[in-house]
């Protein structure tokens, strides 16, 4: 006789969450990991200095000092992060961006002490760390390149010929190099000897490492980025592209999505090498692919961030998608619930950073107590922030205090919206960067997309 | 070799209450052991135990200028346990410096340093340094003449450096340093004094 099996009363098992999660960061965007933490049920543990550890917002939650207020002492020591984890009996640590989000170091550390780190695996975050490794990986995958050396120049020589194939005017850049060192422009077949040796000098005293490689230097041009998303099973989306061109000194000031000005072809083209480049190095979590658009229209890759990133609200804002959700889910092992046709794009959104600076002033850093703090509301408008009345900007760490991101069914309402919203802004005690970003917002060359990553249009006044 | 090699040794900040027992702060996150049992007398450079941060031992030693009886283990902490959870700046123990006739006065520490002349004040808050990078030389040394304008150190403030300037209304010129009153390297808030000068 036949016997019948039981079948098992359990539902199928669910992949693991985690209870309780470090965040191993400070103002705006440990508030942002929290949030998504509270919509997942998960305790989240704020990793503090003793600058931060007061704060108003991580009043009654769970908080655990980390050291002094100076960053190497704190937010950047890796033992006593991974100590602070363990302490506290977190089983995730998420870096947020900037001090460790792009250290392999701290990553392999987290997963030595069992604990998830909430980005790639360490391997895929060194490849993309290193430059003409990461070129290489993505030119195989599919994406353009910005034309230069296929690897490391091994003399003079060979930089002239690889200049001369690709046309001038060429940039040197270092192998290991980073904030902007380490790189010299050459402009004619004369300049390349003294190019050469000026960057492989610098390249050795600032990095230990003189390894060169070079690039045709494309002045100008706007720079795009492509958000995406994957988990661990090769499962990989994007969620579009943010255009953030309007920068200085390198960082970025305003960024929106869509780009008001790459054609309906490439931008499809490159969102589905990105994805499959991303699939074929084996990405997990959310990372980021940044782009230069050329002036004729093409998007050359430049390199890619393995962190979630601070405007990564404007995609958040087009989609509807929660990353920081999405991405401790991944990091638990979840499948992606999403897939690629399930996303949709609405509207436009464009996203303000709000730094305490003072823009009369050349952009002087102005640490000190907000008095007065209130922020504006309404349809289209979201403000993600850490401050409050009554705060003090330690002068410890970077400016920036708030981040205003609108949206609306189009450039003209989204932008519309920001203006309203930023005039409604009150921050009193310390000044801000909001008159640069009216004044800019209102230039008629912004409206008409006349800029490049080189000019901030309607600034200086 | 290599574990005695990385370890560190850690002397806590304190601070004085009411009764003018003195409270050691935690000079680090990690794990307290071996902590001195209570009633055990303490002297500067005496060992409090090691803390423990992912497995390597840095020891805590007893800083300078206290002395006492160990009276109580810090607020809050379970004294039974074998390895006492800390973090950085809560407080890890009570020294009773009256207790145990020591002889060992605590010390005013700097609070009767009293310089007199004008002085220089930090315009924000921030790290000042007294010099451009660390094999150069400081700008300015006590004893040395200075005059309107000229560059006397540099304030990072939110990771952008700042020329410091001896500029500022009832600042003698020329002037002499009488003292320096911060550390290369010192946090400072804003208005602290950093530079105190006479007339020449």
């Known amino acids: ?461 | 070799m290599q574990l005695t090699s990385r370890r560190k040794t850690l002397k806590p900040k304190f601070t004085r209450d009411d009764q003018g027992n003195l409270c050691l702060l935690a000079p680090a996150l990690g794990l307290w052991r071996d902590r001195p049992s209570l009633g055990t007398p303490v002297m500067p450079g005496m060992s409090l135990g090691c803390i423990e941060v992912l497995g390597v031992l840095h020891d805590v030693v007893v800083p300078e200028k206290v002395a006492g009886v160990c009276s109580a283990v810090g607020e809050g902490l379970d004294p039974d346990a074998a390895r006492i959870p800390l973090t950085f700046g809560t407080p890890m123990l009570v020294i009773d410096p009256k207790a145990g006739n020591l002889g060992g006065e605590v010390q005013q520490a700097h609070e009767d340093n009293q310089t007199t002349g004008a002085g220089l004040c930090a315009p924000s808050s921030g790290r000042f340094y007294r010099r451009a990078a660390p094999h150069k030389p400081f700008f300015i040394e006590v004893g040395q003449e200075v005059r309107e304008g000229q560059v006397v150190g540099l304030l990072e403030i939110m990771k952008t450096f700042h020329r410091i300037t001896f500029t500022g209304p009832g600042l003698p010129s020329p002037a002499r340093v009488v003292a320096i009153e911060v550390e290369d390297g010192d946090d400072v808030r804003a208005g602290d004094v950093l530079v105190r000068v006479e007339p020449v």
């Open chain 1, 1 to 461: 006789m036949e016997r019948e099996i039981p079948r098992s009363p359990n539902p199928p098992r669910m992949p693991r969450m985690f209870h309780r999660l470090l965040i191993a960061n400070r103002g705006e965007v440990a508030v942002r990991i929290a949030r998504a933490c509270d919509a997942l049920g998960i305790t989240p543990v704020f990793a503090a200095s003793a600058a931060d550890a007061d704060a108003a917002h991580l009043q009654d939650r769970e908080v655990v000092c980390l050291g002094p207020g100076r960053a190497s002492e704190s937010y950047l020591n890796m033992q006593a992060l991974v100590q602070a984890a363990r302490q506290t009996r977190c089983t995730a640590v998420h870096p947020g961006w900037g001090f460790l989000a792009e250290n392999p170091t701290f990553a392999a550390l987290c997963e030595a002490h069992g604990l998830s780190f909430l980005g790639p695996p360490p391997a895929v975050m060194r490849l993309m760390g290193k430059k003409t490794p990461a070129r290489q990986a993505m030119a195989a995958a599919g994406l353009t390149l910005i034309p230069g050396s296929d690897g490391i120049l091994d003399s003079v020589d060979d930089a002239r010929a690889v200049a001369d194939e690709v046309g001038y005017p060429v940039l040197l850049k270092a192998e290991s190099g980073g904030g902007g060192k380490g790189m010299r422009v050459a402009r004619s077949a004369d300049e390349i000897a003294a190019a050469f040796n000026d960057a492989q000098a610098e390249a050795r005293a600032a990095f230990a490492d003189d390894r060169l490689y070079l690039e045709r230097l494309i002045e100008g041009g706007r720079h795009i980025e492509i958000q995406i998303m994957a988990d661990r099973y090769g499962n990989v989306v994007h969620l579009g592209e943010r255009d953030c061109s309007i920068q200085r000194n390198h960082q970025k000031l305003i960024e929106e999505s869509p780009s008001p000005v790459l054609s309906a072809d490439e931008r499809e083209r490159t969102l589905q090498a990105a994805a499959a480049a991303a699939q074929q190095i084996g990405y997990v979590g959310a990372g980021t692919m940044e782009f230069l658009l050329d002036s004729e229209g093409v998007l050359r890759f430049m390199e890619m961030n393995t962190r979630l990133q601070v405007e990564h609200c404007v995609s958040e804002e087009r989609t509807g998608i929660d990353l920081v959700a999405e991405q401790i889910l991944v990091a638990a092992g979840h499948r992606l619930a999403l897939t690629q046709e399930a996303i949709t794009f609405e509207g436009h959104a464009i996203e303000c950073r709000i730094n305490a600076e003072d823009p009369s002033d050349n952009f002087r850093p102005a640490p000190g107590v907000i008095s007065k703090w209130a922020a504006p509301q309404g349809p289209g408008i979201r403000v993600d922030t850490h401050v409050h009345s009554g705060y003090e900007i330690p002068p410890h760490y970077d400016s920036l205090i708030c981040k205003v991101i609108t949206s609306g069914k189009d450039r003209a309402q989204a932008v519309a919206r920001m203006i309203d919203a930023l005039e409604r802004l009150t921050c009193i005690g310390v000044p801000t960067t909001i008159p640069m970003h009216l004044a800019i917002l209102r230039s008629p060359k912004f409206a008409a997309n006349d800029y490049d990553t080189r000019s901030i249009p309607g600034w200086p006044r």
